[in-house]
């Protein structure tokens, strides 16, 4: 009936696509070993998948997946919500979501598994956007199994009693906008509930585009952690959000272009350390050649404050700061007593991305985001899309100028 349809969708109103149709939920899960700011990435990718279904007349809602298991995480949490990390009514601002919490509190049985999984037989010489239903090729099949009772268990975020009623591969290539055509023009179609697993598999439809930057703009940080790390400006960094022109409109869809942002009186570095001296060992200086830089960057900017983000240990942040003059001082936030790993990172890009000059770790998706909110704060250019140059190579190649964009 009419009244059950507008029943249906109340929740949704918010929503510019509110439509008159039945709710369908879509979850998905990444794989394993990715960390906390691919996942990030792989959230747009999937919530650009959402906004075109609901384009499309469908009302899909995503459901979120809790945080955790990261293994760059010193702590092993789990089941850990998206509350804790970013603001929810911004999230819904783009297209309609609720934590898993809420979706098991409603009793819903998830209807479908889905896993993506590349072609077998490799990508072929031409890229051409397709699925097929394939047999689970590894690690596929260890990831999920049938009990007795015809239902499938699986990891599902660490929770031990849930369980998805049919299995399935899928091996795709492609974008958001493939996994929208899976999900419409495929058996699985007529599910409810569906969850996507290995999501990272498919792409962004045109990265870097206006939708991908609404989704990215829709990503604020959950109050608490703003209200910290503005705290920690005000008390150490000589920073706020008026005298560094970093305001901003409290609901992003307002938010309009502009490169005006000062930012406070500090250099922000992200510093990657860790396992990432392995994978990018030849794009990374030393820690004396990193304090080398630092100097010499303070010097020409005439600021004597730096912001530290890092994960390397503290043996080689005292090596770091050994190295500097009196006339230089390192912060560092490192309440670990009151937030958790996810929560500090989120910090430690907060206060880089709020820095008046910022220089961050060769293809390091933690310095990506920094910029990204760098972009969407206001800054100009030529302060934000900086890296740290390997020892032998001074003048090494700049990142990528990924700008934002409006329309
Ligand atoms: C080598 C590759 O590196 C890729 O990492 P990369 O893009 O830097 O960035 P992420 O994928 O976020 O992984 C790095 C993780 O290490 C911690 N971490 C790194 N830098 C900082 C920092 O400045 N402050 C704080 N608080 N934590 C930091 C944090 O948990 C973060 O999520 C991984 O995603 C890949 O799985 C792979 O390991």
Redesign the pocket.
């Known amino acids: 009936s009419k009244v059950d349809q507008h029943h249906k969708v109340s929740h949704v109103d918010s929503n510019k696509y509110s439509i008159a149709a039945e709710k369908k939920f879509l979850l998905y899960d990444v794989n394993f070993?990715?960390?906390?700011?691919?996942r990030r990435d792989v959230y747009m990718r999937v919530a650009n998948t959402v906004r075109l279904l609901r384009e499309s007349g469908e009302n899909w809602i995503l459901v979120l997946p809790p945080w955790g298991r990261?293994h760059?995480?010193q702590r092993m949490q789990v089941a850990l919500s998206w509350r804790l990390f970013f603001d929810l009514e911004s999230l819904n601002r783009f297209i309609p979501v609720m934590e898993f919490e809420d979706f098991l509190d409603e009793n819903r049985p998830i209807d479908q598994v889905i896993y993506l999984q590349h072609y077998e037989e490799g990508w072929g010489t031409e890229y051409v956007r397709k699925f097929d239903e394939r047999r689970c090729l590894p690690p596929a099949d260890s990831h999920y199994r049938k009990e007795n009772d015809s239902k499938w268990r699986g990891w599902f975020y660490s929770y031990e009693d849930v369980q998805a009623s049919n299995f399935k591969c899928v091996s795709i290539q492609g974008d958001s906008g493939t996994l929208k055509d899976l999900l419409t023009h495929s058996n699985f179609s007529s599910m409810t509930s569906v969850m996507v697993d290995r999501a990272e598999t498919i792409l962004h439809e045109n990265f870097g585009d206006v939708n991908y930057w609404k989704a990215r703009r829709s990503m604020r940080y959950s109050k608490d952690l703003v209200e910290a790390a503005n705290v920690f400006r005000d008390k150490y960094l000589d920073s706020d959000d008026e005298n560094d022109d970093t305001e901003m409109v409290a609901d992003w869809r307002k938010e309009r272009a502009k490169r005006t942002a000062k930012g406070g009186p500090y250099l922000g570095i992200?510093?990657?350390r860790?396992?990432?001296l392995?994978?990018?060992h030849d794009q990374l200086p030393s820690i004396k050649g990193t304090a080398e830089i630092l100097e010499k960057l303070c010097e020409k900017l005439k600021l004597n404050r730096i912001y530290l983000?890092?994960?390397a240990p503290e043996e080689e942040v005292n090596e770091l700061k050994s190295y500097f003059g009196k006339e230089l001082q390192v912060f560092r936030f490192t309440d670990t007593q009151k937030y958790n790993?996810?929560q500090?990172?989120i910090i430690?890009q907060y206060l880089c991305a709020h820095a008046a000059h910022f220089i961050g770790?060769y293809?390091?998706?933690?310095?990506f985001r920094i910029q990204e909110d760098r972009e969407i704060l206001g800054f100009p250019i030529s302060s934000t899309f900086n890296r740290l140059c390997p020892d032998n190579i001074p003048d090494c190649e700049q990142p990528p100028k990924w700008k934002i964009v409006y329309k």
């Open positions: 070993g990715e960390g906390f700011n691919l990261l760059h995480w992200h510093w990657r860790r396992d990432f392995y994978a990018r983000a890092t994960d790993d996810g500090i990172a430690d770790s293809e390091s998706t933690f310095t």
